[in-house]
């Protein structure tokens, strides 16, 4: 008999040993990455699915069925029997779904939002200073409102407009500077920790590491400090626009504190990954400024920062 291990056996009872040890062809969806193991996932992306369904009924949502559910909402912010009503499910079930995926997503918060950002500090720098010269910048910083005012979201961005840094906790009543003094990454910035500096508006103390524009510019060079921090400072408002067109929910949801902090966290780290894979941004609605309450006193390391600043780039 021939062996069975030839290229091409001409024996027939090796055709047949050779046919009874081939292994049976598996043909997956090569357009949906997920139709893979958990371990060829892994060894190839990293990550694994976390979002899955622990009940054993039958017509469980797929993890891609959940995580469009989950889209669908963050981008139209409609009522939840809305999305329901599309997908042919009930308003529970998308409920549970959307709380799925928002809890999964932020298990890669410290993957995806970093500071000063996933680039280097010089790369960083390099980038804000051709915007307009302003140097020594590795963030812009600002505060908005979301969910109906209910909530102050305070943010700062890198030249490219990603999210390096979120704080969603505070009530909307709440002071930008009383934020920003409050949190981690002032508390890093006062420890020596990041070699650079964050351009704010007025709601903000100017500070040896956050810079804010002269609120009366008496000089030219004054004038053009003040010139170049605005065209700087306005990734953050661009950031800001972006994420809001992006996720309608952003606007009009009403959630308890709790839940609307992990929501925005979530619809961060989307936007973040929409910004590397380089997703086209949606249309822009014209935003209304924020009322900004002034800080009408500087901290004295801060004022003098800004003085040298301009001196020697703005004169």
Sequence with gaps: MASPFLPNPVDISAQIVRRALRRERVFRDRQNPLDFPDIYLYERYRYSPHITNVTRRSHALTVPQMVCIALRFFASGTYLYAVGDAENLGKNTVCRTIRKVVLALQGYINSFIVFPGHLSTMSIKEGFYKIAGFPRVI??????????????????????????????????????????????????FEEGLFDGLL??????????FLLTPYPDPQTGPQNRFNVALSKTRVKIEMTFGILKARFNCLRRLRVSPERASQIV????????????????????????????????????????????ITTQYFT
């Design 199 to 208: 351009v704010g508006d007025r709601g903000y103390a100017c500070q040896r």
């Design 139 to 188: 963030g812009a910083i600002d505060c908005t409102h979301v969910f109906l005012s209910q909530f102050h979201l305070q943010m700062t961005c890198d030249h490219e407009c990603m999210i390096t840094s979120l704080d969603s906790k505070w009530p909307g009543s709440v002071h930008d500077s009383r934020i920003f003094h409050e949190s981690m990454l002032c508390q890093r």
């Design 265 to 308: 966290a979530a619809c961060a780290i989307l936007h973040n990954i929409a910004t590397i894979r380089k997703e086209r941004v949606p249309p822009q609605n014209q935003l209304l400024p924020d009322e900004i309450d002034p800080i009408t006193l500087d901290h004295p390391t801060g004022a003098a920062v800004r003085d040298a």
